[in-house]
């Protein structure tokens, strides 16, 4: 049972799916992903973040979709705010020594968009 009672109906769940994706590509997908076309060493991190974040959704049992992804940014996010960080502004990224967490995140949105989610 969700936390407090709460039930989200499964519409109410990809549109909020949608928000948090659509958020983390504005965030840091769209500047990670163009980054990432201008530079081989940066892709090949976003690709294998792409892949293991879609192996631990399967992993897990689960379709990789819109809903598992969203799913799968929120506890990468948790991750950063229990270690007291926060994600950088875009402009404030250097891509050629972007963290792990951000790529990560990058490599998120980079499943959602090949995938035709965003």
């Known amino acids: 049972m969700p936390p407090y009672g709460l039930h989200m109906t499964h519409s109410a769940r990809v549109l909020t799916a949608h928000a948090v994706l659509d ?3 504005a965030s840091v ?3 990670g992903l163009v980054a990432a076309l201008r530079n081989p060493g940066l ?3 976003v690709d294998q973040n792409a ?3 879609r ?3 399967r992993a897990a049992g689960r379709d990789v979709d819109l809903v598992a992804l969203a799913g799968y940014a929120r506890s990468v996010l948790a991750l950063l705010s229990r270690h007291g960080h926060s994600l950088p502004e875009p402009d404030a990224i250097d891509w050629n020594t972007a963290n ?3 790529l990560r995140l990058v490599g998120i949105c980079a499943l959602a ?3 035709g989610l965003l």
């Open 23 to 25: 958020q983390l590509m």
């Open 29 to 31: 997908g769209v500047d």
């Open 43 to 45: 892709l090949a991190a």
């Open 51 to 53: 892949a293991a974040t």
């Open 55 to 57: 192996e631990a959704i």
């Open 100 to 102: 792990g967490h951000v």
């Open 113 to 115: 968009e090949s995938a």
